[in-house]
């Protein structure tokens, strides 16, 4: 019986969040996006002759993906939430050294009150269901509460990790290749809200934007640990040892991508349904809102967890 019920969880766990982010959902996201990134412009990006892009995208992204797993809307929630997460993610692959003043450390203490700030609205969340005074669109957090599965520490440890999957995985390299894509923005009228069959006709925007992430991969690996014993390329991997997989060995392989190094949009035209769709949305308001110029071209690239512009 224990066995049967270790493997109920998990199975539902790696399900769930598919609920929210498969195609089907993702066609009533697109409004939504295009009227947060609407919004974030008008606020942040046209008032100024010079903004810091990568923060930006940042802030935007967040804020995206607090109203669309949480239903929070409000600047301050998002802002209560955003600061302590932004030094959990800083110290998530840095030195493992829990000493005061080490990034880490700085994880640590900032990972606790980002825990109490989330497991403080999941206890609200949780007594406005019992109450039946839960008014919002059933989102992430909601659904979990419904399943009377989870505690709301396993809960605040399911949005985090969305959180992460969604914050930091970003790329806005694309836009400076789509500037020319203007089909779509021709055809809306004013204040008209993009549809998921707009997104379905931006096939070269999606082309650049996959080449931009095959250049510069917003995910840089992933850890797995062997089951059993096994060989790949005349090395033996023992069973419980840990791997670490390298989006860069396929990218910038000559056998999947000729001339690995050359940004060529192209290799990516096909048709199939369109991935990553929130990409889009806000790809396609910038470059129809905004003109771009680099304010620096010589900007160096720092790496650190993901490569960021040195000066945002």
Same mark, same amino acid.
């Given at each position: 019986?224990?066995?049967? *019920?270790?493997? @109920?969880? $998990? !199975?539902? @766990? ?6 929210? %982010? ?6 009533? &996201? +697109? ?18 002759? *010079?903004?810091?892009?990568? /923060? ?27 600061? /302590? ?6 110290? %998530? ?10 990034? #880490? ?8 009150? %980002? ?13 406005? %269901? ?5 008014? !919002?669109? +059933?989102?992430?957090? @909601? ?23 969604? &914050? ?35 096939? &070269? ?5 996959? *080449? ?5 991969? $917003? ?11 096994? @060989? ?43 991935? &990553? ?19 620096? $071209?010589? *900007?160096?690239?720092? #790496? ?9």
């Amino acid at each position: 019986r224990h066995r049967e *019920e270790s493997t @109920t969880k $998990p !199975r539902f @766990t790696k399900k769930l969040p598919d609920e929210f %982010l498969k195609p089907d959902a993702l066609h009533e &996201y +697109i409004p939504t996006m295009d009227s947060m990134v609407k919004q974030h412009l008008q606020e942040n990006w046209v008032p100024n002759k *010079e903004v810091k892009v990568y /923060p930006l995208t940042q802030q935007y992204t967040f804020a995206l993906a607090c109203s669309l797993f949480m239903s929070i809307k409000d600047p301050g929630q998002v802002n209560r939430i955003s600061e /302590p997460f932004k030094d959990v993610l800083t110290g %998530l692959l840095s030195v493992p050294i829990n000493f005061p003043g080490t990034t #880490y450390n700085r994880a640590i203490k900032k990972g606790k009150r %980002l825990r109490e700030v989330l497991i403080g609205i999941i206890k609200q969340r949780r007594k406005e %269901l019992l109450e039946n005074k839960e008014t !919002r669109k +059933i989102d992430m957090v @909601t659904r979990l509460l419904q399943t009377s599965e989870y505690s709301d520490c396993e809960i605040c440890d399911r949005i985090v990790g969305m959180f992460v999957a969604s &914050y930091d995985t970003t790329t806005p390299m694309s836009m400076t290749k789509s500037s020319k894509q203007m089909e779509v923005h021709k055809s809306k009228q004013a204040g008209e809200l993009l549809n998921w069959q707009d997104i379905q006709k931006m096939k &070269y925007t999606w082309c650049v934007a996959c *080449e931009a992430m095959r250049l510069l991969p $917003p995910a840089r690996g992933a850890f797995r640990q062997a089951i059993t014993d096994f @060989t790949y390329q005349g090395f033996t991997i023992p069973k419980g040892w840990k791997i670490h997989w390298s989006v860069h060995t396929t990218h910038k392989n000559p056998k999947y991508f000729p001339e690995p190094e050359k940004f060529d949009p192209s290799r990516f035209e096909g048709n199939g349904p369109i991935p &990553y769709s929130f990409m889009l949305v806000f790809i396609h308001n910038v470059v129809t809102k905004i003109k771009l110029r680099m304010v620096n $071209p010589d *900007e160096k690239i720092v #790496y650190d967890f993901t490569p960021y512009p040195e000066n945002g």
